[in-house]
């Protein structure tokens, strides 16, 4: 289990542009609520946390990589307390 | 369905907030004092679920959909686990990424780490005791459907309810329902595949 839930995590972070990044400019996707945000005049209003990886990107890298990386970054930081813990990954007790 | 900074007033926000915590640490407590409690599978869960929402699925019209999975979430590792493992996806998606505003973290974790978690896990154990093992896959399909339908109810209303936001409820709930249940049954069969697939290859990883 524990090595097929790390091949999978791996796998769905490396395909993730595909969609997330490659799909979305095809369709010219926008965050639907981002949408009604600015239908109504709230775009104006500041995000108060852009986040370290602002939208999944890392600045000054191509969005692709950058998705990857966000991607990366989340799941390292998620696996942390399994990690720290030093027991096996999604071994169950 | 991440409720950006500047829709939500302050009190909305702020309750928002207080009940998430609450139930966060509850479910802390019920899921570590459990026999299953392990932080590892956790954290394990948690990650899967944040890689499997970057794959946003393009739809032509300038949307997209991806899979929240917080019912799928339930079924794996129970309620409280599926509850703690939504938390931690969207605090780091929130903080990392300004993914969902930071002052509506707390409704955005109400809605996706608390109904559709609770209410998916409910409405798939209702339904394996009416219908039998057998139809394990259908009790998976209706809680991914119905708990993704029910969390984008609860947005549409706490959006609705705010009245920074333009729209009403009358507009807002109608909204943001029909569009997840149309795309939840996305998630519905993705989780009633996942749920089936370990039903038959490792039915020891499934809840229960």
């Known amino acids: 289990m524990s090595r097929k839930a790390l091949i999978l995590i791996l796998v769905l972070v490396l395909v993730s542009p595909l969609f997330g990044v490659i799909g979305s400019e095809i369709v010219g996707y926008h965050e639907p609520l981002d949408v009604a945000a600015e239908l109504i005049g709230l775009s104006e209003s500041e995000p108060v946390w852009q986040g370290v990886l602002p939208d999944y990107t890392v600045p000054g890298l191509p969005d692709v990589i950058g998705y990857v990386i966000a991607g990366f970054v989340g799941v390292g930081i998620l696996l942390l307390p399994a990690i720290l813990r030093g027991k096996e990954l999604g071994e169950r007790s | ?208």
Request: aromatic share 10%; net charge neutral.
């Open chain 2, 1 to 208: 369905m991440h409720i950006p900074d500047g829709f939500l007033d302050p009190i909305t926000s702020l309750s928002l907030y207080v009940i998430t915590l609450i139930v966060v640490i509850y479910s802390a407590k019920r899921y570590f004092s459990g026999d299953k409690g392990d932080i590892s599978y956790l954290s394990v869960i948690a990650a899967a679920i944040f890689a499997a929402q970057m794959l946003n699925w393009p739809i032509p019209g300038g949307t997209s959909a991806h899979l929240v999975a917080g019912a799928l979430a339930a079924m794996l590792i129970g309620p409280f686990g599926g509850c703690l493992a939504m938390f931690m996806n969207l605090v780091v998606q929130c903080l990392l990424m300004g993914d969902g505003g930071i002052t509506a973290l707390g409704a955005n974790a109400f809605n996706m780490a608390i109904v559709d978690v609770f209410v998916g896990y409910a409405i798939y154990k209702l339904v394996l005791k009416a219908l039998g093992k057998q139809r394990r896959m259908i009790a998976a399909f209706l809680g991914g459907w119905i708990g993704i339908g029910l969390a984008a109810t609860v947005c549409g209303l706490e959006i609705g309810l705010s009245p920074l936001f333009g729209y009403p409820v009358a507009i807002t709930v109608p909204v943001m329902a029909s569009w997840h249940l149309a795309l939840g049954v996305i998630e519905g069969i993705v989780t009633a595949f996942v749920v089936g697939y370990l039903a038959k290859r490792s039915p020891n990883l499934l809840w229960g």
